[in-house]
T-cell receptor, first 113, second 110 residues
Framework: NAGVTQTPKFRVLKTGQSMTLLCAQD?????MYWYRQDPGMGLRLIHY???????AKGEVPDGYNVSRLKKQNFLLGLESAAPSQTSVYFC????????????FGQGTRLTVV | DQQVKQNSPSLSVQEGRISILNCDYT??????FLWYKKYPAEGPTFLIS?????DKNEDGRFTVFLNKSAKHLSLHIVPSQPGDSAVYFC?????????FGAGTRLTVKP
């Protein structure tokens, strides 16, 4: 049982480059989230989805886009990376009944130089 | 605007003693509170939660206390074990909005 899997685990980007982070869950969860974790800031919600084909903005959505074409996948895109997007990104999923008790992936450490 | 605050970045306790981790929040509309535990190089894992209609929830060695009038919650771990050493995040939710604190690093010394 893989749970929540994030790809890649590490990445270094140059300013202005684009990339997509992939999150996959095998628990048939309706809800999926993308968070970023920065020192002294805790986890901040970027975007989330309450079902296939739906997405919504979280606390810090600027500079990111997301898509949920399939229930099990939630993609996070950076169209033009900036050094301020250097962070650790976590994907999470949860059922609609206990939505806040989320299962997290291992994280993706992204450095933008 | 941090709506959930963990003012102690770190805490060190002796094995077998009680660990008390604290969390304060500012938004009175939060109605569900959680604690997550995080080991290095892993994602956070859900530990325990409490609804705003309760003031205490217990699960084995872990107990969460909620004081709504003070907008404060705490996590008690008794007895503390070396395997409890991790970063603990407090979280609070209202609807689909969940906010996390910055975390407290707990070290339990043998």
């Amino acid at each position: 049982n893989a749970g929540v899997t994030q790809t890649p685990k590490f990445r270094v980007l140059k300013t202005g480059q684009s990339m997509t982070l992939l999150c996959a869950q095998d628990m048939n969860h309706e809800y999926m989230y993308w968070y970023r974790q920065d020192p002294g800031m805790g986890l901040r919600l970027i975007h989330y989805s309450v079902g296939e084909g739906t997405t919504a903005k979280g606390e810090v959505p600027d500079g990111y886009n997301v898509s949920r074409l399939k229930k099990q996948n939630f993609l996070l895109g950076l169209e033009s990376a900036a050094p301020s997007q250097t962070s650790v990104y976590f994907c999470a999923s949860s059922s609609s009944l206990t939505w806040s008790e989320a299962f997290f992936g291992q994280g993706t450490r992204l450095t933008v130089v | 605007d941090q709506q959930v605050k963990q003012n102690s970045p770190s805490l060190s306790v002796q094995e077998g003693r009680i660990s008390i981790l604290n969390c304060d929040y500012t938004n009175s509309m939060f109605d569900y509170f959680l604690w997550y535990k995080k080991y290095p190089a892993e994602g956070p894992t859900f530990l325990i939660s409490i609804s705003s209609i309760k003031d205490k929830n217990e699960d084995g060695r872990f107990t969460v206390f909620l004081n709504k009038s003070a907008k404060h919650l705490s996590l008690h771990i008794v007895p503390s074990q070396p395997g409890d050493s991790a970063v603990y995040f407090c979280a609070a939710s209202e609807g689909n909005d969940m906010r996390f604190g910055a975390g407290t690093r707990l070290t339990v010394k043998p």
